[in-house]
């Protein structure tokens, strides 16, 4: 293990986040609000730290990151940068406590998106626009960001993007990682772009556009106003963002073939097919569970059940209505749609849609086997059969997802919430999600949840965010072993 590396690396990350910190000031002063100042020292103090941690640990020869080292650089990085993300949080004076401020921070970075700030309309321009950034540099992966850009971080970086990026196998896009990088960025920053346009079209100011773009693709949920996107009231703004949200849960893969002319590969993709189907039969069934029960008519409901079911199933967050009023069958829908998240390979949370499919291959084989016991069968993704290990790592990750789960949940209710709310927060926060049923509904937040709870809720946003090998994978003593 080479501590110093590890610690040089995340030097250069946090000068990396300080550097982004300059926005939010140049917000502040474009809208002459009074946090100019906190804001800029919070930008300092996290550069002058990174400065500091990458001088101390600097004088040697940089080595290779190896596949130790990478774990922990990711695990660690994300804490520290969740740290630093919170000073703005407590110096411009929105929290009085660092609990709070870290839970925000942790909850933008991972795009969770569950706040625990009851008027968001009262923080400043430059506060919002701080707490939008944060899931739009999480919605990608700071790492991932930093090595697009970072050419130090070049050295290792395969390694990095699998602790980062953990998938059933890693598609380098281009023969270097660092070109793969600047490519998924390029696509992100694109497809940003697009969204702000769309809703500026659609009615927002440029302010707000920005910020929901942000939030939009980066699966985020988070918003500067405190009725999220119901407050604008448009139908077409609504729309949009259930489009694009739909797009950001989408494998950025498939884009760069896409844009690359090989748009077969889009249609082949078994997984991108499966997403589609589960969106629309979803929507389709929570549509009709609100026509006459919630809405007269049925475009009033499609309205409706497809924005929630495009936010919740893509690990967004967003809400246009109190869906905790909706009749008991599309609440249901909707924690199960939590579970599913986006494709592998985009900014979306959950299980992953292609590890729900292949865990339904595996199922229907093991019964076909036992029909035909004689039968040599494999299990196929996109006309490729995947091995015994691969399936494991699915098993074993669906294991771990609900044991995580289940642990948290005990605790939960162990420190006084109710059962409902304590289920429904450790799966959004596990999913990222952000809204849950209980206290910390739709039309609440996570203000009234205890202290305590809101920690083990922070290491469930990190466990998930991270796909939780790269976070439990620190607790082994084996890991630490020469």
């Not at 917000?27 to 002459?32: G, H, N």
């Not at 002058?48 to 040697?60: M, R, V």
């Not at 699998?162 to 196998?169: F, G, H, L, Q, T």
Request: glycine share 8%; hydrophobic share 50%.
């Amino acid at each position: 293990m080479n501590l110093k590396m590890v610690l040089n690396t995340i030097g250069i990350v946090l000068i990396f986040i300080s550097l982004f910190m300059i926005l939010p000031v140049v917000v502040s002063l474009v809208y002459d609000q009074t946090d100019t100042i906190p804001l800029m020292i919070s930008c300092l103090v996290t550069f002058i730290s990174g400065i500091i941690l990458f001088f101390l640990t600097g004088h040697q020869q940089r080595e290779e990151i190896r596949h130790r080292d990478a774990f922990l650089v990711v695990t660690l990085g994300w804490i520290s940068i969740a740290f630093f993300g919170a000073i703005p949080y407590l110096l411009t004076g929105t929290f009085d406590s660092f609990s709070n401020a870290y839970f925000e921070s942790m909850a933008g970075f991972t795009t969770t998106g569950s706040s625990v700030l009851n008027d968001i309309e009262s923080a400043s321009y430059g506060m919002l626009f701080w707490r939008s950034l944060t899931q739009w540099l999480g919605g990608m992966g700071i790492i991932l960001f930093a090595l697009a850009i970072l050419p130090l971080l070049g050295t290792g970086g395969m390694q990095l993007f699998k602790a980062e990026v953990p998938e059933i196998s890693v598609d380098k896009l281009r023969p270097r990682i660092i070109d793969t990088a600047k490519a998924l960025w390029f696509i992100y920053f694109g497809l940003t772009c697009l969204a702000a346009a769309f809703f500026l079209v659609g009615g927002m100011d440029f302010f707000n556009a920005i910020c929901h773009a942000f939030t939009t693709m980066a699966t985020g949920g988070f918003s500067t106003k405190n009725a999220s996107m119901a407050s604008f009231q448009s139908p077409f703004i609504e729309y949009t963002a259930s489009v694009f949200m739909l797009l950001a849960g989408i494998n950025y893969s498939l884009y760069f073939h896409v844009f690359r002319g090989k748009t077969s590969r889009l249609w082949k993709s078994t997984e991108f097919k499966f997403y589609m189907t589960i969106v629309a039969s979803t929507t389709i069934l929570v549509t009709f569970g609100l026509w006459k029960t919630s809405y007269d008519s049925v475009g009033d409901s499609l309205r409706y059940a497809f924005f929630q079911v495009s936010s919740i199933m893509t690990t967004t967050g967003y809400s246009t209505a109190n869906f905790e009023e909706w009749v008991p069958v599309t609440k249901m829908l909707l924690i199960i749609s939590m579970f599913f998240g986006g494709m592998i390979g985009s900014t979306g949370g959950g299980i992953k849609q292609v590890r729900i499919l292949l865990m339904l291959k595996q199922g229907y084989r093991e019964i076909y086997q036992l029909i035909h016991p004689h039968a040599v069968t494999t299990v196929k993704l996109d006309e490729r059969n995947l091995n015994k290990e691969v399936l494991g790592s699915i098993w074993g990750f669906l294991f771990l997802f609900i044991l995580v789960c289940m642990v948290a949940t005990i605790g939960m209710t162990a420190i006084g919430n109710d059962m409902i709310t304590s289920a429904t927060t450790v799966i959004s926060a596990m999913s990222n999600v952000g809204p849950a049923l209980g206290t910390a509904g739709p039309a609440e937040n996570y203000a009234a949840i205890p202290l305590a709870g809101k920690w083990i809720l922070i290491g469930c946003m990190l466990i998930g965010r991270l796909e939780i090998y790269t976070v439990l994978i620190l607790l082994v003593p084996q890991f630490w072993k020469k």
